[in-house]
């Protein structure tokens, strides 16, 4: 089987680099503005293009906003993964996927922004439109993992009965708690020296033996 990929055209490169460029401004001003405030002309503006050129590349603002949280979606999960396969227990591995938090919050502010700002408008009493499969959908996919993870240590006795679905959200939510401490006042929460102090809260009323 030839397996010789065929070399992209000068056109396809710049078709290309001028599609990365759009996302990179998308991301910037959907976690900004939110996915309801953010305007096409604003992220064409910021990506200094026409707005032509942009619906040539994407089907509209949805469209962009399903790829930029497709993309951070991706980034998030490379560090969470990498994070967790040090881990051999249930417990080590949920303990850096915690730890992990602080890498999200340092290399990809902007998608943790918009994550937030999600969150905010699908819990609003006004609500609001936001394309089904955003960054918060694939984010909840994910921490049916995190969830699983809970299962396997009350199985193996090392976590306490309780259900594995509230202690998943729990713990995301305790993370993130201190993820928005670090973002509103980093003097005095710093994410990755006030880490440990988080997880000997969390873990210590959860842990059933030593590990």
Same mark, same amino acid.
């Given at each position: 089987?030839?397996?010789? =990929?065929?070399?992209?055209?000068?056109?396809?490169?710049?078709?290309?680099?001028?599609? &990365?460029? !759009?996302?990179?401004?998308?991301?910037?001003?959907?976690? /900004?503005?939110?996915?309801?405030?953010?305007?096409?002309?604003? !992220?064409?503006?910021?990506?200094?293009?026409?707005?032509?050129? $942009?619906?040539?590349?994407?089907? *509209?603002? @949805?469209?962009?906003? +399903?790829?930029? %949280?497709?993309?951070?979606?991706?980034?998030?999960?490379?560090?969470?993964?990498?994070?967790?396969? &040090?881990?051999?227990?249930?417990?080590?591995?949920?303990?850096?996927?915690?730890?992990?938090?602080?890498?999200?919050?340092? @290399?990809?502010? @902007?998608?943790? +922004?918009? $994550? /937030?700002?999600?969150?905010?408008?699908?819990?609003?009493?006004?609500?609001?439109?936001?394309?089904? #499969?955003? !960054?918060?959908?694939?984010?909840? +996919?994910?921490? *049916?993992? !995190?969830?699983?993870?809970?299962?396997?240590?009350? &199985?193996?006795? =090392?976590?306490?009965?309780? #259900?594995?679905?509230?202690?998943?959200?729990?713990?995301? =939510?305790?993370?993130?708690?201190?993820?928005?401490?670090?973002?509103? #006042?980093? @003097?005095?929460?710093?994410?990755?020296?006030?880490?440990?102090?988080?997880?000997?809260?969390?873990? =210590?009323?959860?842990?059933?033996? %030593?590990?």
């Amino acid at each position: 089987m030839n397996t010789t =990929s065929t070399p992209l055209t000068r056109r396809d490169r710049n078709k290309l680099r001028n599609r &990365q460029e !759009i996302l990179a401004a998308a991301r910037v001003v959907f976690a /900004e503005k939110g996915y309801q405030q953010a305007g096409i002309q604003e !992220i064409a503006d910021r990506a200094d293009f026409a707005v032509s050129t $942009l619906y040539s590349l994407f089907d *509209g603002k @949805e469209a962009l906003y +399903r790829q930029v %949280s497709i993309d951070v979606a991706k980034q998030a999960g490379s560090l969470f993964d990498a994070a967790m396969d &040090q881990g051999k227990t249930p417990y080590e591995k949920l303990v850096q996927y915690v730890r992990a938090k602080g890498a999200i919050l340092r @290399e990809m502010p @902007e998608g943790c +922004r918009m $994550l /937030e700002m999600e969150w905010q408008l699908r819990h609003s009493p006004q609500g609001g439109e936001i394309p089904k #499969d955003g !960054i918060g959908s694939i984010y909840r +996919r994910f921490m *049916g993992h !995190i969830e699983a993870l809970f299962t396997a240590g009350i &199985q193996d006795g =090392s976590f306490v009965d309780g #259900d594995p679905a509230l202690m998943a959200a729990l713990l995301d =939510s305790t993370a993130n708690t201190l993820m928005t401490l670090a973002r509103s #006042d980093p @003097e005095h929460y710093d994410y990755d020296q006030r880490v440990d102090e988080v997880i000997a809260l969390f873990f =210590s009323p959860v842990l059933r033996t %030593s590990v």
